[in-house]
């Protein structure tokens, strides 16, 4: 499985935007990018997923680049309950593919009033 | 959106016991489930897909014997950990996924078992 990097940690205070930077230099052309976040002690929760085109739905945008090999997930207005761990995960969209996510160690987003 | 329930979400039982935990997809029917395992601090594990109808594939690892999983309906699949010990004390959450590709994830809260 094609394997992602993010950083361990970010900081953003509440009502601001926040960024999260997701690299994948070894994407290939079926994945699909995903990302779910965590919050403490419940199961993860769907964000948003695309393939090529910049996506945005009520939770979030997802940016990715033009070659593909990073993403960023944008929270336009952080909130406390915005505090989480973010995950993003390559999901192989060929049709001989499991489905299954590998979850990485994602991003601890810390969000101060 | 889609609600998927898993139950209970904590137990705590002596050695040697076997725990049942239970999974449904509440508003959709799930062609496959996935069961994870998640210790203290660290990322979720996979540890198994099962596909309604059919026997379940597990992770490298993962012992088949010891976390049975049945999924004989489109809306309910369980694990059962035999025999736990505790170092099988972990938080075991499932998700599932409905037909069609690319169709996300949907989790439940997870259960939090702890083997004393």
């Known amino acids: 499985d094609a394997k992602t990097t993010q950083p361990n940690s970010m900081e953003s205070n509440e009502e601001e935007p926040v960024h999260l930077p997701c690299n994948h230099s070894t994407i290939s052309g079926t994945d699909y990018i995903h990302w779910y976040r965590q919050l403490p002690s419940q199961g993860p929760e769907y964000v948003i997923h695309?393939?090529?085109s910049n996506v945005n739905n009520r939770m979030a945008s997802l940016a990715i680049a033009e070659d593909r090999k990073s993403s960023t997930l944008i929270l336009h207005r952080a909130t406390l309950r915005d505090a989480a761990v973010y995950y993003c995960?390559?999901?192989?969209?060929?049709?001989?593919?499991?489905?299954?996510?590998?979850f990485g160690t994602g991003t601890r987003l810390q969000v101060f009033p | 959106g889609a609600v998927v329930s898993q139950h209970p979400s904590r137990v705590i039982c002596k050695s040697g016991t076997s725990v049942k935990i239970e999974c449904r997809s509440l508003?959709?029917?799930?062609?496959?489930m996935f069961w994870y395992r998640q210790f203290p601090k660290k990322s979720l594990m996979l540890m198994a897909t099962?596909?309604?109808?059919?026997?379940?594939?597990?992770e490298q690892g993962v012992e088949k014997d010891k976390f049975l999983i049945n999924h004989a309906s489109l809306t309910l699949s369980t694990l059962t950990v035999t025999s736990a010990h505790p170092e099988d004390s972990s938080f075991y959450i499932c998700?599932?996924?409905?037909?069609?590709?690319?169709?996300?994830?949907?989790f439940g809260d997870g259960t939090r078992l702890s083997i004393l």
């Open positions: 695309g393939l090529t």
């Open positions: 995960i390559l999901r192989d969209g060929a049709p001989y593919n499991t489905d299954k996510l590998i």
């Open positions: 099962s596909n309604e109808g059919s026997k379940a594939t597990y």
């Open positions: 508003d959709f029917q799930a062609t496959t």
């Open positions: 998700s599932a996924r409905s037909s069609g590709r690319n169709q996300p994830q949907h």
